[in-house]
């Protein structure tokens, strides 16, 4: 059998004493994960239990030391399963302890299509597409944290959902609802945990779009201004970081490709964006998801590479060389 987790992060994580609590999670992860990606279910045993098991106890012990929920933030590129694997989470915990998890997208919080527009007008034409640094919601993402963390026993809390067919926040009536306490938050998005560039390196374009659209880099520096401002007091409260290292860009182009059909499915809206229009869209990310690729494995408390077909290939653990599987 295929051994993925390291040593040093066993299974047991929640220690001896809590055995049938960790026995409780594998008879329901099998159950409840069913409908993950079929390349994902090869992989329960060897890598999404042990998983579950560790950031649980990670979970457990930050809410016995704090007496509040743990942030726990989840990077990766577009496609790359960031939404699948929090859902998954929050049903197998569901099922297994009764937590309450609240799972948030950072794309939830994008500025709503007539800010962008707006924003378009008063700082650059680019930032009218959603995606970027500085076309969220920040201070909302910072209050709706507090919130969570403090939400009492019984109180309902709603908080934005966004539409990506019609580019815009969803009506209230669609909105997501947690009732407190929170046992857990997962925060997820593919510039979660990102840190700013050097101006150096911001100088020359790197594809197509910087090149005719941004020439003079007051878009792509703007955003970096706000990377290195706001959301650097959003990404400090993050507890514990991990990542989904995709393989690279053609992996994101590929698996936006197919994200974008499933959301035109489930979404009530029509228009999705054909494959040109996605190899654009694409172009906003490239520069973020590239030094995230390179920089963020160095400070990530967890990493977890995916392979060209979806699959987890190797696990990096708190700064450790990479842990190959070993047959």
Sequence with gaps: MTTLWPSNLTADALSSSQQPVIQQL??????????????????IQSCWLPLASHLAALATRYQEQHQKPAILGIHGGQGSGKSTLCNALAEVYKVAFNWKVAVISIDDLYLTKAQR???????HPLLTTRGVPGTHDVQAGLTLFEQLRSLNNQKLLSFPSFDK?????????????????????????WCVGCKAGTVAELQQAINTLEQTEDPDG?????????????????????DYLLMLKVPGMGAVQQWRTQQEADNEKASKS????NPAQIQRFIQHYQRLTERALNDMPGYADLVLELNEQHQVAAIRYAKDTSLQAEQ
């Design 270 to 273: 029509q228009g999705g964006m």
């Design 218 to 238: 007051q878009w792509r520096h703007w955003v970096n201004q706000q990377l290195r401002e706001a959301y650097q007091d959003w990404f400090a409260q993050i």
């Design 117 to 123: 527009q707006q924003l378009a007008l008063d700082v």
């Design 165 to 189: 067919i019609a580019d815009d926040r969803s009506s209230t009536d669609q909105w997501h609802s947690i009732t407190g306490p929170v046992d857990l938050i997962l925060f997820e998005g």
């Design 26 to 43: 594998s008879q329901v992860a099998d159950q409840v994960w069913k409908t993950m990606p079929q390349a994902w279910q090869q992989q």
